[in-house]
């Protein structure tokens, strides 16, 4: 399976931008799909995820009410709908993939892992 993240971008604090992560290649075997982030000087940290099949989604508290996952499975794509945007959300965003039932939020457990889209949001 491969990935590819768009829709980063530069934005002003309280607005709003979609990322996009098309997936390709065998994506029957996927399971979940995720997105992290990795802001400058600190550690990839997970946002949200979603199970390829069926209703589950995950979020990290600090975007709970802000953040919304989605995927399209006819376009092989999941999107991260991000609204109300701080500056602490600035950061790289990267999209992942694993192909085993895995907890949502543990990096390791993904297999697969798309190149980063930027956010930044100005104060």
């Known amino acids: 399976v491969q990935l590819q993240a768009s829709g980063g971008g530069l934005v002003q604090a309280g607005g709003s931008l979609r990322l996009s992560c098309a997936a390709s290649g065998r994506t029957s075997s996927v399971y979940t799909m995720g997105w992290f982030r990795q802001a400058p000087g600190k550690e990839r940290e997970f946002v949200a995820a979603?199970?390829?099949?069926?209703?589950?989604?995950y979020y990290t508290d600090s975007v709970k009410g802000r953040f919304t996952i989605s995927r399209d499975n006819a376009k092989n794509t999941v999107y991260l709908q991000m609204n109300s945007l701080k500056p602490d959300d600035t950061a790289v965003y990267y999209c992942?993939?694993?192909?085993?039932?895995?907890?949502?939020?543990?990096?390791?457990?993904?297999?697969?892992w798309g190149r980063g889209t930027l956010v930044t949001v100005s104060s």
């Open positions: 992942a993939a694993s192909s085993m039932l895995i907890t949502p939020q543990r990096a390791p457990g993904y297999d697969r």
């Open positions: 979603i199970w390829w099949s069926g209703s589950g989604t």
